[in-house]
Nanobody, 125 residues
């Protein structure tokens, strides 16, 4: 069993920055793809960004490209999501998720086996 813990959420003004971190209970997480998803009130959970298990691929939601960056080291523990130029529509609970040996279809929510509890990100206008 793998446990994921997100941290780094908070309240920020539009145009500001926040960095999220996803830490896994396993010391080495190198065989896992890690994704970030978010869920705003009344909406479905949507994909934000992910890095494949090999580390060779990163994928982003179109609306966050150029503003958000997912990064990590070889151990993939922790995995970071740097969020710049935040907008009110980025307000949501952000979740990290993990899937063993996932290289493609990184934006597909159902392919992820492990989920964190989420961290709130609120962007004020």
């Amino acid at each position: 069993q793998v446990q994921l813990v997100e941290s780094g959420g908070g309240l920020v003004q539009a145009g500001g920055s926040l960095g999220l971190s996803c830490a896994a209970s396993r010391r080495t997480f190198s065989n896992y793809a890690v994704g970030w998803f978010r869920q705003a009130p009344g909406k479905e959970r949507e994909f934000v960004a992910a890095i494949s298990w090999s580390g060779r691929s990163t994928v982003y939601l179109d609306s966050v490209k150029g503003r958000f960056t997912i990064s990590t080291d070889n151990a993939k523990n922790p995995v970071y999501l740097q969020m710049n130029s935040l907008k009110p529509e980025d307000t949501a609970v952000y979740y990290c998720a993990a899937a063993a040996f996932l290289e493609e279809r990184l934006s597909t929510r159902d392919l992820y086996d492990y989920w964190g509890q989420g961290t709130q990100v609120t962007v004020s206008s």
